[in-house]
């Protein structure tokens, strides 16, 4: 028995609708992309809740002026710090920090209220860091910019914030941490 002959219009419907639903698919992506990519570009924006980087605190300091960062570890610590500079962000490190010293960081009235730190511990390993992605690299470094890090040949760095409350000189205290994984960035 033959077959019947094909129903084009049944066949145009259903392609029509395979034509629709990827088109859905795909412009959802591409929506999906762009709000994505925007949000991971404002993520060194958003502000980390205070109190959460365990070994770091800071004061105002009347005595001094610009950005300070004294170490009151056992260790010599590497520090890097991101900031922004006619609405571009840049990141410079690394100043060498030996242990019970003080070192300053940005010389000078500070001119915005939100600063970022990264520091590592060289002694005994681990960082402390943040949620603030920013990039750094091993050697000493001005980078402009904190987007596609890895594909300009930079690493990509977490840095926490500080809130300097909009104070003209600023002083950040790295203390021993509790060593957990978070501040070591140690997994289990």
């Keep these: 028995m033959p077959n019947p002959p ?3 219009s049944n066949w145009h419907r259903k392609a029509a609708v395979t034509v629709a639903v990827a088109a859905v698919i795909i ?6 992309y762009f709000v994505h990519a925007s949000t991971s570009r404002s993520e060194a924006e958003a502000r980390l809740a205070a109190g959460t980087t365990a070994g770091v605190s800071g004061a105002a300091d009347a005595n001094n002026s610009g950005l300070r960062l004294c170490n009151r570890t056992s260790s010599r610590v590497g ?4 900031y922004k500079q006619n609405r571009q962000w840049v990141t410079e490190g690394w100043w060498n920090v030996n ?3 003080c070192e300053t960081l940005l010389p000078g009235v500070l001119v915005s209220r939100f600063y970022y ?6 002694d005994h390993g681990g960082v402390w860091g943040g949620k603030a992605v920013m990039c750094t690299r091993d050697k000493e470094f001005t980078i402009t910019g904190i987007e596609d890090c890895v594909a300009r040949g930079f690493e990509r760095s977490g840095f926490f914030e500080v809130d300097t409350a909009e104070q003209k000189s600023w002083t950040v205290q790295l203390t021993e941490p509790n060593r957990t994984a978070e501040q070591t960035g140690k997994t289990g």
């Design 6 to 8: 094909l129903n084009i």
């Design 27 to 32: 412009l959802g992506g591409v929506a999906f």
């Design 79 to 82: 520090v890097a710090v991101g």
């Design 99 to 101: 242990k019970d010293s």
């Design 117 to 122: 730190i990264y520091a590592v511990d060289y």
